[in-house]
């Protein structure tokens, strides 16, 4: 097993890493303070996970685990389902000391840590992880939150778990397009500031795909290290964080133009990622053969390399304009000086712009 | 003007206590950051003091202003009406950069808060106290949330605001039902730690309630600064801060039992104190006359000194039971030692209790 520690303070905590985890008796229980636990999870991961984790809980007697199984998918990350998470608490009279584990993808983290950030002004709170992308992204660094009809994202907190477990074999169970929506994120932090790990996923990206566990373990290391790293110089994205929204700004266009859920959301960041390239390239910041190579790769882990034919520049530059990435009026858009080496940019050029939002198939092939 | 500072660390601010204070010009503009705000005020509000805040805001034409105006009382300090404030945000595209300011009493105070420490995951906030009880009391320290219906302020965020505006003029048009309710967190505050504080109200009592300025000015300045110094100590009520919940744990369960709104916050609390200083008495600590001068001084501000008849001690002790300050299943009280000195009691004598809570008009008259 990895142990990878988040340097926060007082709000530090660690990231543990490898398969076989969640077999593991009582391994939750040093991250427990009190005696109640509440398992959050949804109606996909539940027959698979569940009983495993409430074995190893179970290990301690004296604690008290109710579960509660949300509906799952990305169009239920939303106040109603919120409200589910506070009236299970409250019928079940949980106190402050309680702990809520979410076990499940990125938005039973997200819903369950915003619950946990919310209920009786904050409570303890373990990610459990079971997708790709919500071990290498959404379950480190503490953003927590539901969706609203105008926008992804934009209720919600900063709150950090006590504790994150991603056990590289629950990944086994992963469809396929999960799989490959994860290694988009993967990507991400390659491009965005590890030009080596960049090649090493050339290297690896097909066995990636096919499940092989030892580099899928060496994979979410990295990559909890390139966010832990970042979150810790940054926690509450005053600067540096932002670049970890590589692809994002056209990214959380696509999935809202489409209806969030349509398109799974590392499907949209790998898009955003190659209109980030593509932009970038016209800026005359990457060269043609290194905007392809970015492309290349993410052709290669089955991702979708434009956005879907349909969405007008006039339709992103609107929903981009929505984006908690705004500044005084500017989207901001996270683009690449290097590959492995990204910037944030709000003065672009709006011609540049428009021909990216255009571009479709032709993306990177400029 | 009067001003005194919060000590948070990164997170101090200042309380701008005194008369005229919203018809000064540009007043708030030090406090916001961004370009744009949203003044969130309630409709009762609004006619009173609306134009007199949009007017000062107004000094800077650069400031881009918007106003929410929502129904006003304690049976909407719920989700919903959140709701509306994140709707009216995102349909007037406010950006990370906002600043809400509420103006209105706690409700308003309490609700936008939460909207401000949960849009984007945070945004500055400013807080324009128009009742007594907010001026004293919830305006200070950071508590915001809402209500659900199976228990209050159960869904909130510790959230400090960047300043306090605490113009003692909008008492004037306060209805004395609602001076009183603030007289009672007044009183409070004397009774938990500062006996100096208690003589001086035995003196004034009558005068505060007919509305005298300058003793107003007073009043909120001295309780301010308890409850500045007690959340400087505490911030999220770890420990000591659960003071501040002296006739809290009785009063909430009042206020559960008869509907919110129904009885005043203040109301609910003022025959809470009367309780705890009941059991305090039955428990040896405080004697008769004690007793009986915490009971008459809250007579006098015109407030309740006991519960409404027909809550019996087991509905009591039900609805205490969901309490926020429950630990490990046992209710915390709040309870005196002496006059001006409370302390945090769990291991309560169950008979003793229980002749309390069914005591009834003959509190505090052993």
């Not at 007697?61 to 509906?71: A, G, H, I, N, Y």
């Not at 106190?95 to 915003?114: K, M, N, W």
């Not at 390659?190 to 795909?209: K, T």
């Not at 060496?218 to 979150?231: D, M, N, S, T, Y």
Request: contains cysteine; glycine residues 10%.
């Amino acid at each position: 097993m990895l142990k990878l520690d988040v340097e926060l303070g007082e709000r530090s905590y660690p990231i543990l890493i490898g398969p076989g985890l969640l077999a593991q008796s009582g391994i939750l229980r040093p991250y427990i303070k009190g005696s109640r636990v509440l398992v959050v999870t949804n109606d996909v991961v539940a027959p698979l996970y569940l009983e495993n984790l409430l074995a190893s809980l179970q290990q301690d007697s004296s604690l008290q685990v109710d579960t509660l199984v949300l509906p799952d998918g990305e169009h239920c990350k939303t106040l109603a389902t919120l409200q589910l998470i506070y009236d299970e608490l409250l019928r079940q009279r949980h106190e402050r000391s309680t702990t809520l584990i979410a076990l499940g993808g990125g938005v039973t983290g997200d819903i369950t840590g915003f619950a946990a950030a919310t209920y009786q002004r904050g409570v303890n709170f373990i990610q459990v992880p079971t997708t790709l992308l919500s071990q290498v992204d959404s379950s480190v660094g503490g953003k927590t939150g539901v969706n609203h009809p105008l926008g992804k994202n934009m209720i919600g907190a900063f709150y950090q778990p006590q504790c994150v477990l991603a056990d590289i074999d629950v990944l086994s169970t992963l469809p396929v397009r999960e799989l490959q929506a994860g290694l988009a994120e993967v990507i991400k932090y390659a491009l965005l500031g590890n030009h080596e790990f960049l090649v090493w996923l050339e290297q690896h990206i097909e066995a990636l795909l096919a499940g092989d566990t030892a580099l899928l373990t060496q994979a979410v290391k990295i990559c909890c290290e390139e966010k832990a790293r970042i979150v810790a110089a940054d926690e509450r994205e005053g600067g540096k964080r932002a670049l970890l929204n590589l692809g994002h700004t056209f990214g959380h266009a696509i999935e809202a133009a489409m209806g969030y859920g349509n398109w799974l959301h590392g499907e949209a960041v790998a898009a955003g990622m190659v209109m980030a390239a593509d932009l970038s390239h016209r800026l005359g910041w990457i060269n043609a053969d290194e905007a392809a190579r970015a492309r290349a790769l993410i052709a290669r882990a089955g991702l979708p390399v434009c956005p879907p034919p349909g969405i007008s520049a006039e339709q992103f530059m609107s929903l981009m304009s929505v984006d908690k990435k705004v500044q005084s009026g500017k989207v901001r858009f996270i683009l690449l000086r290097r590959l492995g080496d990204a910037v944030i940019e709000s003065d672009i050029d709006t011609a540049l712009l428009q021909q990216t939002l255009s571009a479709g198939a032709d993306l990177c092939r400029s």
